[in-house]
């Protein structure tokens, strides 16, 4: 099982839909970058250093097995997808959407394409009021204090308004199943499959240990008498992995 890591993502959007633009976003997060534990609150707020329409802002909190460049790759792809085009210079500017990684549990990265903390995060009331709502323990690593103390010190008196608006957080397929059983063919792919999918999901791997049941060779011999004897000790068998 892989291990997964807790990572604090900021959303906005002011160009077309902005709500469905972020319900998107969500979808394409829980299906590349991992589950999404916690959603914020959707907050309105002025263009930040620009003039344009308002944005809509969330914040939202992802188990990931990504690692942090992993992880900007996946966010980069997903703006690109959704027909964001980033701007190489520092000017800002409307944008369909725009995903922005804020933390990546305790870590501080310096890397040529990605800082973690978000350096400018502190300085941002639609990036700290959302992210406090989800998240006002977490300790910021370089600031050394907890999100809602940084929210207290930061010096933005920028307008953001809490909207009544609602989304949908997309539920992972853990949350929705404790057991998934493969069946198929001899041959047809299952063990490799079941594999992906507990990569996937860090769910527990439990195959059907053949080669170990006293019962196979005599099923064989005899299917009607060994065939429920057979499928009972598989079962046994299945029970003993889940329970170890």
């Avoid at 305790?106 to 400018?120: A, G, M, Q, T």
Wanted: aromatic residues 10%.
């Amino acid at each position: 099982m892989k291990i997964l890591r807790t990572t604090y993502l900021s959303l906005g959007s002011n160009l077309s839909n902005t709500l469905e633009n972020l319900q998107q976003a969500l979808y394409f997060i829980a299906q590349k970058v991992g589950r999404i534990s916690k959603v914020s609150s959707v907050y309105r707020t002025k263009s930040w250093g620009f003039k344009g329409d308002d944005f809509l802002n969330i914040c939202v909190e992802v188990a990931t097995n990504l690692n942090p460049e992993n992880l900007l790759d996946k966010v980069l792809s997903i703006e690109e997808e959704m027909g964001r085009t980033r701007n190489e210079s520092d000017t800002y500017q409307s944008r369909i959407i725009d995903i922005d990684v804020l933390l990546f549990d305790d870590e501080i990265i310096f890397h040529n394409n990605l800082k973690v903390p978000h350096r400018r995060m502190l300085d941002r009331k639609f990036v700290l009021v959302p992210l406090t709502e989800i998240a006002p323990n977490v300790k910021h690593p370089i600031a050394k204090k907890n999100i809602l103390m940084c929210l207290q010190s930061c010096t933005d008196n920028s307008e953001i308004e809490e909207t009544d608006l609602q989304l949908k957080r997309p539920v992972s397929l853990v949350e929705k199943y404790n057991y998934i059983a493969i069946e198929g063919n001899i041959g047809a792919g299952k063990t490799s499959l079941s594999k992906m999918i507990g990569d996937d999901f860090n769910a527990k791997l439990v195959l059907e240990r053949f080669a170990d049941n006293p019962f196979l060779p005599k099923y064989y011999a005899d299917m009607e008498r060994y065939a429920f004897p057979l499928e009972m000790s598989f079962l046994a068998d299945r029970f003993q992995q889940l329970t170890d």
